[in-house]
């Protein structure tokens, strides 16, 4: 009986234990995973890894802009075009990683009843070649007859490699699910990395049927806790931060690129440079109210480069017309474009179609980047180092 009453004790006070200690992680804002799950976020795909001697491939595609026109000839055969160049240049280029970095789908012309299945037709070749990759969002994926989460949870259904995750519910604001990170490994043994991938939502566009509005186009300003409490996190499971390296991607560049465009070097900030950054073509350009006030991407602008170190670059889409690469000297980090990847979306002859190639030539997370252009076809243009040195006066 005494043996009995002890056992009933003791239960009893473990559901207290258990209940107490969900109330104070539910009231700890942001405090969305264990360490364990910081440590690894991905238990059952493949630890992501460089290469035996070194190295670490990005190899990224943007503005595929599926699904355009798809009631007449012009339309599907963008698609087919691009699904060439996609098969192209992952064999030419042997990627150890793909990065799909926004406007997948141009939301506004595909059909609502089969929008998601372009995922897809974009992830196909990926699932061929068996490259691991994952994806960020822009304005033209959230549109009347598709939405950011719906690309992500298709991509998860039909790719096995994809890396992709939802964010928490409380971060990224309406409509802006895709903040979430990717860890790599100097090997499989490791159990901390040696480069983390970010990816953040700048959102844009409209919210979906019935009743479309104009969604803010900026990285919600939620995402600066999280940036931080994940950090924090890292840090307690791997260690301090300047001992790995990182590189972020989101779609629409951080407003305060577009101030530096009219002081751009040709002979540093090489490529393509036929977009003139206005309305429209950088984060919080113009609000949903029609007001031009800037600012509202700053606390996520802020709490990247506060937390996240060794910040080798932020890469952005969204301008299909820019390849240059700058240093942002408020924060002292250095920006890049991608290059426009599909046959969708506007362009002019003389552009070419191709991505952006991203080389890590060493583990040591304080060593310099090197990227470049790569065209259709084998040509490269704009290549650079991106260190210390880089974009620097004098």
């Not at 503005?63 to 075009?81: A, I, K, M, R, S």
């Not at 709490?303 to 080798?312: D, F, P």
């Amino acid at each position: 009986m005494v043996l009995f009453q002890l056992r009933s004790l003791w239960f009893t006070t473990l559901v207290s234990l258990v209940l107490h200690s969900q109330i104070y992680v539910l009231a700890i804002p942001f405090r969305h995973q264990s360490s364990q799950s910081v440590l690894n976020p991905y238990p059952t795909k493949p630890r992501l890894t460089f290469r035996p001697d070194g190295t670490f491939k990005i190899t990224v595609f943007s503005d595929l802009h599926f699904g355009e026109n798809p009631w007449d000839v012009w339309g599907p055969q963008q698609d087919v075009n691009s699904t060439i160049l996609m098969n192209l240049v992952l064999g030419e280029e042997n990627p150890d990683y793909v990065v799909l970095n926004g406007d997948l789908i141009t939301g506004e012309n595909t059909f609502s009843q089969n929008a998601t299945k372009l995922i897809d037709e974009i992830v196909a070749p990926l699932n061929k070649a068996k490259i691991p990759f994952s994806s960020s969002h822009g304005n033209h994926d959230n549109q009347a007859n598709i939405t950011h989460e719906q690309e992500i949870k298709r991509e998860l259904q039909v790719a096995p490699l994809s890396y992709t995750r939802l964010a928490p519910p409380d971060v990224g604001g309406v409509e802006g699910p895709g903040n979430y990170w990717v860890p790599i490994f100097r090997n499989k043994e490791d159990q901390t990395p040696i480069l983390v991938l970010w990816f953040f939502d700048s959102r844009g566009g409209v919210s979906p049927n019935p009743n479309p509005v104009p969604l803010p186009d900026w990285v919600d300003s939620s995402v600066a806790g999280w940036i931080e409490s994940e950090s924090k996190a890292m840090e307690a499971s791997w260690g301090p931060a300047d001992s790995r390296a990182a590189i972020a991607f989101v779609h629409i560049p951080p407003h305060s690129i577009q101030v530096l465009q009219a002081g751009l070097n040709p002979n540093v900030s090489e490529g393509l440079n036929a977009d003139f950054l206005g309305d429209g073509s950088v984060q919080d350009s113009s609000n949903v109210d029609g007001s031009t006030d800037s600012g509202n991407d700053q606390p996520f602008w802020d709490a990247l480069n506060a937390n996240v170190k060794n910040l080798h670059a932020v890469i952005s889409g969204h301008d299909h017309g820019n390849e240059w690469c700058v240093r942002e000297p408020t924060k002292d980090v250095i920006f890049c474009f991608d290059k426009h990847s599909g046959y969708g979306g506007y362009s002019s002859d003389d552009w070419g179609h191709g991505v952006r190639n991203i080389v890590f030539n060493s583990p040591d997370p304080t060593a310099g980047v090197e990227t470049w252009i790569s065209l259709e076809g084998g040509k490269t243009r704009a290549r650079v180092v991106l260190d210390n040195n880089f974009d620097r006066p004098g």
